[in-house]
T-cell receptor, first 114, second 115 residues
Framework: GENVEQHPSTLSVQEGDSAVIKCTYSDSASNYFPWYKQELGKRPQLIIDIRSNVGEKKDQRIAVTLNKTAKHFSLHITETQPEDSAVYFCAASTDSGGYQKVTFGTGTKLQVIP | EAQVTQNPRYLITVTGKKLTVTCSQNMNHEYMSWYRQDPGLGLRQIYYSMNVEVTDKGDVPEGYKVSRKEKRNFPLILESPSPNQTSLYFC??????????????FGPGTRLTVL
């Protein structure tokens, strides 16, 4: 089955700096890679996603890059703000007929220091 | 309001006492899924359902059952709970179409403690 590794497990940055979180996956059939943000005590919420036919996607201060050959994808947050403090999860899944399993990484706790 | 609801939100029970956690969505989503969240392990998929009467195992299905008799409901059943099932459980749903939009909408979570 799919295996998703996520690093680092914790990350502290100064407000205004950039943060990068990296994930690797094992199943070359995976074709959809979402990122979820989970604030303390809240439910996970999608912040950005990317499909395997795209190398990069941006949404304001957030970007995701995908390297299919190396089987890794990364989340980039620029100009970090205190409200970016949360746990971030990457995930990999395959949209292939009836096969719809989703495998999440173990999460990265991001702390933005004002 | 479009939402995914779970009940109960908190539950403390004892080993072996059957329990059901309900999940309901009002967005007419075909796909529904259950996850458990444990410290250091992230979110792990238990079961998912592509539509009514169509369910399949995720990565950690042992000790759990599900059913999908109606499109809006996807209950999680623990026939004989054990302490290692103490966890935070999330239900999620998403539409199967359009394919480009795969965002899962999560419920508020159910914190289960098995003594």
């Amino acid at each position: 089955g799919e295996n998703v590794e996520q690093h680092p497990s914790t990350l502290s940055v100064q407000e205004g700096d950039s943060a990068v979180i990296k994930c690797t996956y094992s199943d070359s059939a995976s074709n959809y890679f979402p990122w979820y943000k989970q604030e303390l005590g809240k439910r996970p919420q999608l912040i950005i996603d990317i499909r395997s036919n795209v190398g990069e996607k941006k949404d304001q201060r957030i970007a995701v890059t995908l390297n299919k050959t190396a089987k890794h994808f990364s989340l980039h947050i620029t100009e970090t703000q205190p409200e970016d403090s949360a746990v971030y999860f990457c995930a990999a899944s395959t949209d292939s007929g009836g096969y719809q399993k989703v495998t999440f990484g173990t999460g990265t706790k991001l702390q933005v220091i004002p | 309001e479009a939402q995914v609801t779970q009940n109960p939100r908190y539950l403390i029970t004892v080993t072996g006492k059957k329990l059901t956690v309900t999940c309901s969505q009002n967005m007419n989503h075909e796909y529904m899924s259950w996850y458990r969240q444990d410290p250091g392990l992230g979110l792990r998929q238990i079961y998912y359902s592509m539509n009514v009467e169509v369910t399949d195992k995720g990565d950690v299905p042992e000790g759990y059952k599900v059913s999908r008799k109606e499109k809006r409901n996807f209950p999680l059943i623990l026939e004989s709970p054990s302490p290692n099932q103490t966890s935070l459980y999330f239900c999620a749903s998403r539409p199967l179409f359009p394919v480009q939009r795969n965002e899962q909408f999560f419920g508020p979570g159910t914190r289960l403690t098995v003594l």
